[in-house]
């Protein structure tokens, strides 16, 4: 009855807590807008950030009343946290040099756990879609970035403790330092805060001197109690140069997705012109973050599987979208963010249908994405996908969301799915003048408007020299479809003037009339559907959500891995250290090796109880026990993991049977029934 009742208070108490999170998420948009509306006065945005850290407050103390009622449920970090690094799934890099933050080696069986999880990862999408796979360089040239904004938008200004040398970030200093001065004079005079404020706001955009000035102005120290060195510029990419001259400059590139756009056209002829298609890539990326902390959650060096889905930006239905139409998805709307603050779980397809989700194409990743977590063994109750607020969506993004899983930082974005439009395409199109289109073909002609140009050769030579060739051919790329050119004609007629691709252009160097012409084709930019996976993110998740103490006991730890993913498949243990039984333990794991099942032998004198734990804490799902009955009759028990449940079978079987198991083609409970289960203590 009390079990019962503490169940009903969690409930209730869940339940104001998503109330109370869907109120913080309001308000924190709301401090968001004030901060940027320069109408904003000084006293609605105090009052704002207020507001939001007293719900914040609040949260905090329902969260804690909520744990306590069930503390059996909570997650035993320390526990966990010795199992992964004694039994090295997980290690700082470096560590006998003393470490380096943000900087993580996987050992034996997270390198494997991961390995197979990538393996999976590619024949649920790149082989069961047909996508195109490539492997680019992880060297980027500043070039590039400079095109993609990375340049730009992974800078910071930065200041240096000059005694302990430690990094800070400049506008964060200052911004935290006005908000001890606000918070410690609440009667300050309305005019001398909004003062303040107006400093704060323009935190970001001020120069490296004029925030040097702010820092000393409001007394900020490093931690050592001496002023802080001048500003510099931090961008969050590792920076080198390429080649021995070091005059061209390059990055570690902090995502892999650049590499598939600047290779569209070669990936469009690859796939005989054909869309839609998708491009895929796995590998490495970088980003020299400011306070790595969260373990694999924020690092410096990174795993991501990244997917590129090219497709018309006036057809963005998916072919195969029937198949998973009817999965059902826990989805966190932006409505229901600022509303209730509580989940929903539809159909992908009610979600297209009801307009929750912009279009097809994106809920047929969002579904797929789940399936694939489903697939590697992650707890289903434990993930939702949270669309971004308007407010945190790019300018050009047409929808966005995250897969998010529920580990014991909370809910943590591991997999973005986005709806990109044109953006990446177009920039690298124009920066490069080269044409990233692909070609839409008519079943029957189809009349169109469009603008008949007639150029001024003398006045375009004149004024634009050898972009002469450039600038026509941006007009006449924009003539070709009438929507397009009309704002141009618009302008010129009006203004007398306008500007094309950064190029000036008058009236009299071009004349135009509108015209209808037939056409069989149509050439379009695609959009991006971009589903991007951090792998290492969706790796410490899924080692948290299998793991588990047997009967609550911190020295009965397991790893509850699926047998796709665990880093054996079986392990091998004799019943006692004799040449006969040795040789069969031998024979068995040769066999099982040989069809590709990674196999643990453990020879040891130890209890057969002990090493059967010592292979639970590392993932085994199987483990085969030779004992004195295989010398006479040749058959073995099979063990299963998380059940401890044993049949007996021929040792011919085995390996069959286990392989079958990790392929999903037979279950534990089929082998039950199959096979005697038998008996057999563990202490």
């Known amino acids: 009855m009390a079990s019962s ?77 010795e199992l992964i690094l004694r039994k090295m799934f997980i290690v700082p890099s470096f560590e006998i040099h003393g470490g380096v933050k943000g900087l993580f080696d996987l050992g034996p069986p997270a390198c494997a756990v991961k390995a197979a999880m990538v393996d999976v990862w590619r024949k649920h999408f790149v082989l069961a879609e047909s996508m195109l796979e490539m492997e680019c360089t992880c060297l980027t040239p500043e070039v590039v970035l400079k095109t993609s904004g990375h340049v730009d938008r992974f800078t910071d200004l930065m200041v240096k403790d000059p005694v302990g040398g430690e990094c800070f970030r400049a506008d964060k200093l200052l911004e935290d330092a006005i908000d001890e001065l606000l918070e410690g004079n609440l009667d300050m005079p309305t005019p001398e805060k909004e003062e303040h404020l107006r400093v704060q706001i323009q935190a970001d955009a001020f120069s490296p001197a004029e925030l040097d000035e702010q820092l000393v102005k409001y007394g900020c120290r490093a931690p050592s109690g001496e002023s802080y060195g001048p500003s510099f510029p931090f961008n969050l990419m590792f920076k080198t140069s390429i080649g021995p001259e070091g005059t061209a400059v390059g990055f570690l590139r902090p995502e892999t997705a650049q590499g598939l756009f600047v290779n569209f056209r070669r990936l469009l002829d690859a796939n005989a012109q054909k869309m839609p298609f998708a491009a895929a890539q796995i590998g490495l990326g970088f980003r020299n973050e400011i306070a790595p902390r969260s373990g694999l959650l924020r690092v410096r060096e990174f795993c991501m599987g990244e997917i590129e889905h090219f497709v018309n930006p006036d057809d963005k239905s998916h072919p195969n979208f029937a198949s998973v139409a009817s999965k059902e998805l ?38 797929r994405t789940q399936l694939f977590m489903e697939r590697i063994g992650m707890d289903a109750s434990r993930l939702r996908f949270r669309q971004h607020l308007t407010t945190e969506m790019a300018h050009y993004a047409c929808d966005c969301w995250d897969l998010e899983i529920q580990s014991s930082y909370g809910w943590v974005e591991c997999v973005g799915h986005a709806d990109r439009a044109c953006y990446d395409l177009d920039v690298h199109g124009k920066a490069t003048k080269t044409p990233m289109v692909a070609t839409l073909k008519l079943d029957e002609a189809r009349e169109v408007e469009v603008a008949k140009l007639k150029f001024d050769r003398k006045s375009l030579g004149k004024t634009f020299k050898a972009n002469q060739r450039v600038v026509a051919n941006a007009l006449e790329a924009l003539a070709e479809n009438w929507a397009d050119f009309e704002p141009i004609a618009t302008a010129l007629e009006t203004e007398g003037k306008t500007t094309v691709d950064g190029f000036e252009i008058t009236k009299e160097m071009v004349t135009w009339k509108k015209a209808s012409k037939k056409v069989h084709e149509i050439k379009f930019t695609p959009s991006v559907i971009e589903p991007s996976f951090g792998m290492g993110r969706i790796l410490y998740s899924l080692l948290e959500h299998c793991f588990y103490q047997r009967d609550a006991d911190e020295q009965r730890c397991v790893m509850k891995f699926k047998p796709a993913v665990a880093p054996q498949k079986c392990a091998v243990l004799p019943i006692s250290s004799g040449a006969e039984v040795n040789a069969v333990v031998d024979e068995i794991a040769e066999d099982l090796m040989e069809s590709d099942l990674a196999t643990r032998v453990d020879k040891s004198t130890a209890a057969l109880g002990r090493r059967y734990a010592r292979v639970d804490e590392v993932g085994v799902p199987f483990a085969v026990t030779v004992d004195f009955d295989t010398l006479a009759d040749g058959t073995v028990t099979l063990r299963e993991r998380d059940s401890m449940a044993q049949i007996r079978l021929p040792k011919t079987d085995v390996t069959r049977l286990v392989f079958d198991f990790v392929h999903g083609r037979f279950t534990w409970e089929e082998a039950t029934a199959k096979y005697p289960v038998v008996q057999v203590k563990e202490d």
């Open 5 to 81: 009742s503490a169940t009903e208070g969690s409930a209730a108490l869940q339940d104001e807590l998503d109330a109370l999170n869907a109120k913080i998420t309001k308000q924190g948009s709301r401090v968001r807008e004030l901060k940027k509306a320069s109408s904003s006065n000084a006293d609605e945005i105090s009052s704002a950030v207020e507001s939001l850290k007293r719900l914040k407050l609040e949260a905090e103390t329902l969260r804690e009343k909520k744990e306590a009622l069930n503390p059996t449920a909570q997650f035993n970090r320390k526990v966990f946290d």
């Open 330 to 367: 826990v989805l966190f709307g932006r409505d229901d963010q600022l509303g209730s603050g509580k989940t929903k779980t539809i159909s992908a397809g009610e979600a297209v249908s009801m307009g929750v989700v912009n279009n097809e194409t994106l809920a047929y990743f969002m579904a």
